[in-house]
């Protein structure tokens, strides 16, 4: 089996969406359970991230990957009673930004 659908594999057995998205701000990835819960989109391969966000999500995301140009690596955006939703970069080797993912955490239970 070859790496990539191994890893491939691996990221559909989680029970988290994971849409990978490049610089130009392009889905090029997207995995089973975020097919499922994104169907209403269609196929989202090859289309701007944009495409499906109000313009206030869309100028988050802008200035998120601002962020991420300079340098930051995981930022919270979202901290609700559902979950903790953070942007995450993805860099090459070299450090480089190649793109960016929505990583998705359980809520902070709060004591009280």
């Known amino acids: 089996m070859e790496q990539l659908e ?3 594999l691996i990221l559909d057995s989680w029970n988290e ?3 990978f998205i490049d610089t130009n701000h392009i ?3 997207v995995n089973a359970p975020a097919v499922k819960k994104y169907a ?4 989202m391969l090859g289309k701007s991230i944009f495409f499906c966000h109000n313009p206030n999500s869309c100028q988050m995301i802008r200035d998120m990957f601002a962020r991420m140009q300079n340098g930051e690596n995981d930022i919270l955006f979202a901290d ?3 979950h ?6 993805v860099r090459d080797k070299q450090g480089k930004l190649i793109g960016y993912y929505e990583r998705f955490e359980p809520p902070v239970v709060k004591k009280g």
């Open 6 to 8: 191994l890893l491939s």
């Open 17 to 19: 969406e994971v849409v």
């Open 27 to 29: 889905i090029q990835y």
């Open 40 to 43: 209403k989109w269609g196929n």
């Open 80 to 82: 609700n009673e559902k």
């Open 84 to 89: 903790r939703v953070y942007m995450r970069a």
